[in-house]
């Protein structure tokens, strides 16, 4: 069936479409896109498909709705939303032209508006969720990162249900689409090796809040020194470590948040704590530290090691561990070796 075909069939009702909520298709090649993301006039940089059932039976087949490089018509969009569609779905193979896309559409909106639009937050609630689903495919966090998907993908709902909470996190993003997704590593592989430690879904979920929230105060440090190239002068450097002060103070006062534990902002100024008390900014030995502090700071290195950096290639999951396993600082290793371990495990258990 050809896009021409399908469009035509829809409007004289010949084909009865499906109707399901996205959180459904993990286990299927397409994702559902909401439209009212996509971009009035412009040319889509994927395929759009939609999903359909024959007649009389419970097969579902993805017929091609939109060509690549086609433009998102007005009239596409009275046309499914007159059938009550309200989602159109992409390849999952096509996950990072759409976030692309996104982002590019958030560009324009944010052009186009200093004030962070509700317009501007809906485009970004599905820029969330698509980027959620690419930071599980990964493999650098193991395969136990899977189990928190269902978690993980609960809290961010909730946290959309917020718009003070939503402004939080893109705020991150606006500030440097890097730090963006370290802190989404974070919610996610946080909450992954909790539940692997045994702990609640509560407590996991909250670690993985923690993680989403724990380098709020880098969007206090200017651009100039989070992007630089070379190293930083020590004037820069005390800068930079002012972030865990400064987020932690930006949490403090952020009540517009309707849910934050208080180990969001206990996690907010420790997470540069080190096992052997040499950390910043408080200088703390572990017994003084908050129980999860040091599976941040550990989490935390890691995704860093991992991911590419402009000067230098990313570490393959060994190397990165064999480092942390090393690092000493005055009194001692800088990351609990216990921690360590567990974390080892985790990373190839399924
Ligand atoms: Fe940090
Ligand atoms: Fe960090």
């Known amino acids: 069936m050809d896009e021409n075909s399908i469009r035509d069939k829809l409007l004289t009702s010949e084909i009865k ?5 996205w959180s459904d298709a993990q286990s299927s090649p397409y994702t559902s896109i909401n439209l009212s993301v996509l971009i009035p006039k412009e040319r889509i940089t994927f395929n759009l498909y939609l999903k359909v059932a024959q007649k009389g039976s419970q097969d579902v087949s993805y017929p091609l709705f939109l060509k690549e490089g086609e433009a998102w018509e007005r009239q596409w969009l009275d046309l499914l ?3 009550g569609i309200d989602r159109l779905y992409f390849l999952n ?3 990072e032209l759409v976030i692309g896309y996104l982002n590019n559409y958030m560009q324009v909106l944010k052009y186009e508006s200093a004030k962070v639009t509700p317009e501007l937050l809906a485009v970004f609630s599905e820029q969330l969720h698509y980027s959620i689903r690419k930071a599980y495919q990964s493999p650098r966090f193991g395969p136990g990162v899977q189990k928190a998907q269902a978690l993980v993908e609960d809290l961010i709902e909730s946290l959309q249900q917020d718009p003070g909470a939503m402004k939080l ?3 991150v993003l606006y500030h440097n689409f890097n730090l963006y997704t370290h802190s989404i590593n974070l919610c996610l592989i946080g909450t992954a090796f909790m539940l692997f430690l045994k702990k609640a879904p509560k407590e996991s979920r909250d670690l993985g809040l923690a993680g989403l929230f724990h380098d709020i105060g880098m969007t206090r440090i200017p651009q100039e020194i989070i992007l630089k190239d070379g190293p930083l002068t020590p004037g820069e450097r005390a800068e930079v470590n002012h972030h865990p002060a400064m987020g932690h103070r930006l949490l403090s006062k952020g009540t517009s948040l309707a849910y934050l534990p208080n ?9 540069h704590e080190n096992a052997d008390g040499s950390g910043y900014p408080l200088g703390l030995p572990l017994n003084r530290q908050h129980p999860w502090t040091r599976i941040m700071r550990l989490l935390d290195t890691y995704e860093a090691l991992t991911v590419t950096r402009p000067y230098r290639a990313a570490y393959k999951p060994f190397e990165a561990v064999k480092i942390l396993q090393e690092a000493r600082g005055p009194r001692g290793p800088i990351y ?3 921690t360590l371990k567990l974390f080892i495990a985790f990373l190839i258990t399924e």
């Open 17 to 21: 479409t499906v109707h399901r909520s």
């Open 81 to 83: 939303t007159q059938k």
């Open 93 to 95: 193979e096509d996950l």
């Open 169 to 171: 996190v893109w705020k």
């Open 263 to 271: 180990e969001v902002l206990r996690l907010s100024l420790e997470h």
């Open 336 to 338: 609990d070796p216990q």
